[in-house]
């Protein structure tokens, strides 16, 4: 089937290949999808992975730039990226990282030159791609570093909850100084900005976290309430007529009247608000990248070694980061 459109194409990389995203991809590829998914990986990587599963063969189709071909059961598409050695299930191989980001880069690229409609990753080990010498905190950061954006947002959602980050992979101890005036003030813009563009949410409602313990008990248990974050939400409702709700304290802003309530919780670190969305959706939640030049959604789990190869790995999460990413390129075509 030839069809002109780079709207019904979605990349994905999927990440470490000694963990579970290989998995992950060859269980995508039990169904048909509406779109054509290329994956971008080593095609014996995928085989052999296929073959441990115990799962039927797929028909791997190159990577035709100028062809788009729909899904069928069994089949997918293939834009071949080598692994540069051996591949253990669940046995990290340092001299494998340069595989790992030479995959993100090329989807990257290729997202933000048109050739796709959207990315869906799977989990990467940060850890090894650090000890090849490549600096490396996250999807996120590299992406945006990539894309030229200086800002970005990491939003997880669930079927009854979304959390966004103010800060993402970062020292708890850097925290406090990196939540400036600035800072917040272009992260809940753009944070307001993109559930109103992407996912056709209006007049989102924010409910904002304070930093320390009761949001700070007036200044007596941390002065970053007064001094940052309520300047920021009084500024941006005035200004802007944001509805934002808070700064409230991290430990009861999860409580199910506020959740109800919520468009979206904005945490102001990583275990603020991920520890309670994972509790609440782990293994089906949504990660999101807001203010990339490109769709860009993920899985919610790591990359789950002692799992890689024994046909344990869940793919609800993947199959869920797949079909928000179509639903967000529809949006973005209305
Ligand atoms: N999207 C990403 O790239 C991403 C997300 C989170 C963590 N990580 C990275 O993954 C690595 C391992 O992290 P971790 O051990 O903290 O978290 P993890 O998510 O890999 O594992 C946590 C627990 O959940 C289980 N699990 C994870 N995914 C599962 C699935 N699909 N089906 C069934 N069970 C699943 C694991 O077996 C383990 O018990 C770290 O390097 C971390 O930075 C990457
Ligand atoms: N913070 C994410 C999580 O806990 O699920 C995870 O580390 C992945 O982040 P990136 O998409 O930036 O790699």
Redo the contacts with the bound molecule.
Sequence with gaps: MTIDSKSLRIIITPGEPAGIGIDLVAMLAQQAWPVEIVVCTDPYLLIHRVKQLGLPPLLLHPYQPNYVRLNNIGELTILAINTSDIVTPGILNVANSNYVIATLARACDGCLNGEFAALV?G??H?GIINACGIPF???????AERSKKKMVV?M?VTESMRVA?AT??LPLSAVPRTITYNMLHEVITLLVENLRKQLRILQPRVYVCGLNPHAGEDGYIGKEEIEVIIPVLKALRAVEHYDLVGPLPADTIFLPQYIQEADVVLAMY?DQG?TVL?YQGFGS?V?I?FGLPFI?T?????TALSLAGTGLAKANSMKNALNLAIEMVKNSNV
């Design positions: 990753t989990p990467v940060k905190s996250g999807h996120t950061e590299f992406l990491m997880l980050l993402t992979h990583h991920l994972k939640a990660n990248t860009r993920s899985v919610d789990h790591g």
